[in-house]
């Protein structure tokens, strides 16, 4: 294997490692020589290219903050309602978080502000704001309910997709997450969306 | 002060402390001399009261779990509808959560569970069972909207509820997690109230 092609598969093995660690015990219960175990990897290969467990925590909250913009990306060239796209990503968002350790831990670390000590940014309002301009497509195209605003939908979309991350992290690891965010359209469209959207929507799922 | 009343305040004092530190730096990031520090009791007054940081964790989740049920009564006893007695119950919570500080911390750690290696259980089957036992009593009343399943509309409240309080105490430790619960309401009732319900519902929020 040419050196780069190693380096970079010891890089992996050391973040899979370190999400599942992390997925079992929480950041702060796993101490790095359970990392190092998991990964098979060296302490000098892991200080290499890791200085800390904390540059490995900052390390997954940017692979996973990589994934987003390319599902979006995918969803928005594929000519679908501006309501119907905020929902196909989501549901690929949550698929990712439930099959990805490395993506699931990146997320619940970026999420747990108390968790690492790096100063980063709380995700939240990024999400707020993607939502908030999926939403402003929706009410340009004339998909919403009347009367509602887009920028407290999208906190209430948010919210309820923040809530069911977590409830479902803390029950099960997120195994169920999917399962968890596909209840909520039901309940959420219905105080979101047009009627007559809503009816084509219910439609589509029957048929 | 009589000794009993001594040893109750000097109780409440390092509560409210660690409540405290916990709600600014997180748990596992509090040292216990910041506790002390802040409480302004001798290490030995501590150990009297608690024999380690994580007896203190228990305590705190232990006080903010006596809250719930004395307010569930409390509006149990009013006499309004299952779904107004849900909101308002919920309204009580929310509004706890944001001005006291030992039940803030309370809530913070029983969901966290990475803070604590206590064996502690979720709390989240027991709010869903909570709401979920609320929405029955509005299924038998006829107030849910056709074809809601009380089960699964709990489980939606309790992810949007989770959610809000989440987002809230990451961004502003929960300053805003009385706002950011009653902008929930217009959307997920109209997806699980009956229309009927919801109208007197609008009425009573104009008047």
């Known amino acids: 294997m040419p050196q780069q092609h190693r380096a970079h598969a010891t890089r992996r093995a050391i973040l899979t490692a370190a999400a599942e660690e992390f997925d079992r015990a929480g950041y702060s219960a796993t101490p790095l020589s359970a990392?190092?175990?998991r990964s098979g990897v060296t302490k000098g290969a892991f200080y290499f290219h890791f200085p800390s467990k904390e540059a490995l925590a900052t390390a997954l909250i940017g692979a996973q903050e990589a994934?987003?913009?390319?599902?979006?990306?995918?969803?928005?060239?594929?000519?679908?309602?501006?309501?119907?796209t905020l929902i196909g990503f989501v549901g690929d968002v949550v698929e990712r978080i439930a099959t990805d350790a490395v993506v699931r831990a990146g997320v619940r670390l970026s999420c747990e502000g108390g968790a690492i000590d790096a100063g980063l940014p709380s995700p939240y309002p990024l999400w707020e704001r993607a939502l908030h301009e999926m939403l402003d497509g929706a009410a340009g195209a004339g998909l919403l309910r009347e009367g509602v605003q887009p920028a407290s939908a999208a906190r209430v979309l948010n919210a309820a997709l923040v809530g069911a991350?977590?409830?479902?992290?803390?029950?099960?690891?997120?195994?169920?997450?999917?399962?968890?965010?596909?209840?909520?359209?039901?309940v959420l469209?219905?105080?979101v969306a047009a009627e007559e959207w809503l009816h084509d929507w219910e439609d589509a799922a029957v048929r």
Chains 1, 2 share one sequence.
């Open 165 to 186: 991350r977590v409830v479902s992290c803390a029950l099960n690891r997120c195994a169920d997450v999917v399962e968890r965010t596909r209840e909520l359209w039901p």
């Open 67 to 84: 994934v987003w913009p390319e599902l979006r990306e995918r969803w928005a060239g594929r000519g679908c309602d501006p309501l119907q």
């Open 35 to 37: 990392i190092l175990r």
């Open 189 to 191: 469209l219905q105080g």
